[in-house]
């Protein structure tokens, strides 16, 4: 390995680096040099607590030596082989898998990460229905490829239109606390919450015809767009109206699955069986990149005597598959699941305390230790900190004043995401909570 002192790391990586997601003036990065559960250390050993799992996927957290081995293990017996080979730990995480994910879900595609991993469910659903339109949500994220990025119902989709994957069609999220059909009867009953955007769902699919819809994909809980937990009974009418107009149900588990909001997989709290599920991120915990499609048989079989025309040479990267393999024992052995769903009500407490303390929050919500600020003005008006699809001075230092305290965490307009790596305990997750209780001091401050 080429020696590098580690004041080199920062300039000479600016230096040749195209940033992703960036103005690259404007890039910042934190010059990263080691990591060790939920923390991670700069090359000058400044530490941060990582609440965003780093790209909210470390949920085993940070340099476990037995995912670490396991890569190192297979890196020694055989470091790659082509997706056509049938290998040892393609034969191990497929059966692994079969036994996590719900129902009959139990054909594994294995991709490179979580957008190309919609791209494939998306083409497998068109391929299986016949039928060309998929049905996404609007507060949605579902990744950065052509595809996965026309099925993205937020803003980051706009600057690449009108070049996008034609054939999505968005509807709208049951998002309580900014409804839009409740802007004046919040009190409305959560059965009546829930009927109106089943309804507004089936009156979409009527008027874009059944007979042109393949799939309805949402992620099972939203993750960036705000931790939008959907409401008791939505979930199951949807898959009603899936089974009712013949179209497919894929549910995108890239963030809410392995773990983290206290189930194996997020469907699970609502007892639906997708047709088709997506996952990345916790399935290797980011040790490796790798992403799936699970699908249930009846869809695997479709494709027994027609060809299945797609694939990129790392499909099925072994290392990805033994790091993916390594990262499933860990969960079982330490009970990390379980560990995550007693961290729930901790994780909840923890927020409802700091919206009572701060009257710039307007609203949090969490399931598991998936969960969220959203940052207002008003609590009355419910204005945001910043606006729809921008910045405010108000979240930028709130951001710098984490920073600069050693909290690491993803924020998102008016909203600050609590996604820590799933080991997380009590006294940490306090740790955390004691600098957003400073931080939000920031907030108070522009409360009109
Ligand atoms: C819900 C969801 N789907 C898909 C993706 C895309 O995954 P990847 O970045 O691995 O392509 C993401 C990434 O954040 C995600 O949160």
New binding site residues.
Partial sequence: MIDLPDSDILPLSMRHSFWTWSAQSKVSPIPVKRALGVYFWDVNDKRYLDFNSM??CVNIGHGDQRVIDAIIEQARQLPFAGPPMATKPRAILGQLLSQITPGDLDRFLFTL????A?ENAIKIARAYTGKHKILARYRS????SAG?MAATGDPRRLIWEPNLMPGVVHFLDPYRYRSTFHRTNSDISPTDFTLDYLNHLEEIITYEGPQTIAAILL?TVT??NGIIIPPEGYLMGVRQLCDRYGILLIA?E??SGFGRTGRWFAVEHWDIIPDLMTM??GLTSGYAPL?AVAMRPQIADFFNDRVYQSGLTYNAHPISLAAAIANIQVMQEDRIVEHTAEMGPVLHRLLTDLGEQHPSVGEVRSIGLFGVIELVRNRQTKEPLAPYDGASPEMVAIRKYLLDHGLYLYSHWHTLLVIPPLIINQEQLEEGFALLDKALEISDQAIK
């Fill in positions: 790209v909210m990460g979580g957008a190309d919609n994220y579902h990744g950065a996965a992620e993750g960036t995108d890239v963030m990345a991120k992403g």
